[in-house]
């Protein structure tokens, strides 16, 4: 069966950031054996989760997946749940506590959704969090330290036991992603 990687986008994002879009160009050129999902992430937390677990019971074969941001939060639940191998790319830790600061009307600037960000999405995204993980061993840390919008320092801790690259400036896009796309290929075992 053709192996999968499922991308994961972050929050306010869509499959037509650069990171997916660059991920999905790698695959369609060198590694065209390879199915790429990265859907459109329903904006509300439980139900985007429902939503990847069910893309994920449906993924005949093997896979493994990538996310950026608030998608590497939810890769790291993928994880933990599904037995996969992740790669999470300046991933929020605590989104609970960082969207806190983003309550109230949201718009998606790749897809023009509105919709209203509340405190009990808030507690979603609390119930979402894998609070002593057993995957370590299959995670793979990609962190800027340049990164603007989450402190680095939050995702070297909690991924410590994980494999952890760490790079000095940057920024929360992750400058030269591109680079990688290969390695994470590999570390995937795709």
Known sequence: MMP???????FNSSPQSLKAQLMQEYLQQKRPDIHFICPQLVATPAAAWAQIAAICDDIKGPFGVAGSSLGGFL???VAEQFGVRAVVINPAV?????LHDFLGEQVNPYTDERYLLTSTHMQELAAL???APSCMDRIWLLQQQGDEVLDYREALDYYRF?????????????VAFNHYC????RFLQL
Do not use: W
Not at 182 to 185: G, V
């Open 4 to 10: 999968t990687l499922l991308y994961l986008h972050g």
């Open 75 to 77: 890769a790291t639940r």
């Open 94 to 98: 605590h989104p609970h506590v960082l």
């Open 129 to 131: 969090r894998v609070e």
């Open 162 to 174: 994980a494999r952890v690259c760490i790079q000095k400036g940057g920024d929360h896009s992750f």
């Open 182 to 185: 290969a390695q994470i290929i």
